[in-house]
Nanobody, 112 residues
Framework: QVQLVESGGGLVQPGGSLRLSCAAS????????MGWYRQAPGKQRELAARITNGGNTNYAESVKGRFTISMNNAKNTVYLQMNSLKPEDTAVYYCNVNSISWGQGTQVTVSS
C-alpha cells in the first residue's frame, strides 16, 4: 500500500521560510515524478512544483524564484524549500507521486 508522509507545514510570517518533506513508501513501481500541489480555500488544487527522477523541474509562475523542489531518489523523498513566503501562499500542500498517489496534505499559513 502506497503511503506518503508529509511534514513541515505550519504558521509563518510573511517573508519567512518553511521546508516541506514527503517520504514515499510502498511504491511498487519506479518513481518518475514527485511533486507538490496546493489548494487554497475556495480554489482548485494547482501545481506548485514538480521534479522528475532525472532532476528536471517545473514551477508555477507564482512561486518561481522563491520555491525550490528537490528529491532524494534513494530515500523516495521530495522536499520543497519555500522562501519569501506571501499570504497568498497559504494553502494545504499535497505531495504527489507519478501523478497518481497523494499525501494527506499539510497546512501552510502565511500571516502576521
Amino acid at each position: 500500500q502506497v503511503q506518503l508522509v508529509e511534514s513541515g507545514g505550519g504558521l509563518v510570517q510573511p517573508g519567512g521560510s518553511l521546508r516541506l518533506s514527503c517520504a514515499a513508501s510502498g511504491i511498487m513501481t519506479r518513481i518518475y515524478t514527485m511533486g507538490w500541489y496546493r489548494q487554497a480555500p475556495g480554489k482548485q488544487r494547482e501545481l506548485a512544483a514538480r521534479i522528475t527522477n532525472g532532476g528536471n523541474t517545473n514551477y508555477a509562475e507564482s512561486v518561481k524564484g522563491r520555491f525550490t523542489i528537490s528529491m532524494n531518489n534513494a530515500k523516495n523523498t521530495v522536499y520543497l524549500q519555500m522562501n519569501s513566503l506571501k499570504p497568498e501562499d497559504t494553502a494545504v500542500y499535497y505531495c504527489n507521486v507519478n501523478s497518481i498517489s497523494w499525501g494527506q496534505g499539510t497546512q501552510v499559513t502565511v500571516s502576521s
